[in-house]
């Protein structure tokens, strides 16, 4: 039986992704082991897939002074010792790695192991663990046209992201029935990220007054950031988190308001959702939200409101004017060149087996010895 290894955490934009390819594999026999950090979100998430589960010790290297960059270096070589006893264990024909510092042990370990290994970076720009892996990878998978100039030569493919298939099946009659909603009414659906956005969660809600006048309103909030004041409120919604029925939310709105992480954008991309993106702060992060909210906005396809020129009053031009030009938006969308990366990158999987597998039971013997 094929066996490969799936890794990435931190966020649900480095794990949805994965998820997005299980079913494939599953069709063509794959065995598949999951490896993340001991209590990240990934391990929620891959539980609700009914996969191997194994976590392992990871640390984060951040851009900025903290005493836990002393330390975090040790975690990292810790769990590449876990994530390669792991792997030999395991057996697995092939890695691929969606990013995210938990997935750096395991891609160094696949590496020392001769294991080949498929990374995959969504953003415009690539993440500080991703060019960690850059010498271990095989093939670097990217999702924007223009990240191929800063891949290693010979290793990127374009190949876009993968999108959950069960994404794009979502059902407008049920969202209305799960929702309570009226026929008629345009519909607002909030993301601010698997983690939530409190910047974005009060804009909104400082300006509900005036879009429940035209809209409804579904707000995904994120953990922990739901507002017990607005808890029965007319027209509106709010939810922590929602897994199974998000296909059938997004059937049913009319527009998105969303951060700008490359996943999210794509699977708006994908459904032709008019949009409105409230991109990241460069001041908060390394920027790569806003560089795929411009290429989104030069492509047509956004209304781009940067964090710094938020307020009540741009976000209310920005939904009126994001709804009055929908037409417009769903039109660029249509002609996207941007694509479901599940085959492409199924195809590349397959392609990159060996003809035996890469650790074998001598292996581990003699590494044992």
């Known amino acids: 039986m094929k066996k490969i290894v799936l890794t990435g955490g931190g966020t649900a934009g480095h794990v949805t992704p994965n998820i997005a390819l299980i079913p494939s594999l599953k069709d063509l026999g794959f065995e598949i082991l999951y490896i993340g950090s001991k209590d990240g979100m990934e391990k929620k998430l891959i539980a609700r897939e009914n996969l191997p589960y194994e976590g392992i010790s990871s640390g984060k290297l951040r851009r900025y002074f903290s005493l836990k960059n002393f330390s975090d270096p040790f975690r990292v070589i810790h769990g590449c010792g876990e994530a390669k006893k792991i792997l030999r264990d395991f057996h697995p024909d092939i890695v691929f790695s969606k990013g995210g510092f938990v ?17 995959h970076e969504s953003d415009m720009t690539p993440g500080l663990a991703n060019k960690i892996c850059y010498r271990s990878a095989d093939k670097i998978c990217c999702s924007f046209p223009e990240t191929m100039k800063m891949l290693p030569a010979g290793k990127g493919v374009l190949t876009g992201s993968p999108i959950r298939k069960e994404l794009l099946s979502g059902s407008r009659e049920k969202g209305a029935e799960l929702t309570g909603f009226p026929q008629g009414v345009p519909v607002i659906l909030v993301i601010g990220g698997s983690l939530g956005s409190v910047t974005v969660n009060t804009s909104v809600r400082e300006c509900l007054p005036e879009l429940l006048k035209e809209f409804r309103i579904i707000h995904i909030c994120g953990k922990g950031n739901l507002d017990p004041s607005l808890t029965g409120k007319d027209g509106y919604l709010q939810y922590e988190f929602v897994s ?21 954008i794509l699977e708006i991309l994908s459904l032709r959702k008019p949009n409105v993106l409230i991109p990241l702060s460069a001041a908060a992060s390394r920027g790569d939200q806003v560089l795929n909210a411009k290429s989104f906005a030069s492509s047509g396809y956004s209304y781009v409101l940067e964090e710094e ?59 044992k010895g």
């Open 309 to 367: 020129n938020l307020t009540k009053d741009s976000l209310l031009k920005a939904v009126h004017a994001t709804y009055e030009n929908r037409q417009t938006y769903i039109a660029a969308m249509e002609k996207s060149p941007l694509s479901n990366g599940v085959e492409k990158i199924i195809s590349l999987i397959q392609c990159m087996l060996p003809a035996t597998p890469s650790v074998s039971s001598d292996d581990t013997s003699a590494s």
């Open 244 to 264: 199974d029925d998000l296909k059938d939310l997004f059937a049913l709105s009319d527009l998105i308001i969303s951060r700008a992480g490359a996943n999210a």
């Open 103 to 119: 997935s750096v042990p395991v891609v160094l370990a696949a590496h020392s192991l001769k294991i080949p290994v498929i990374i």
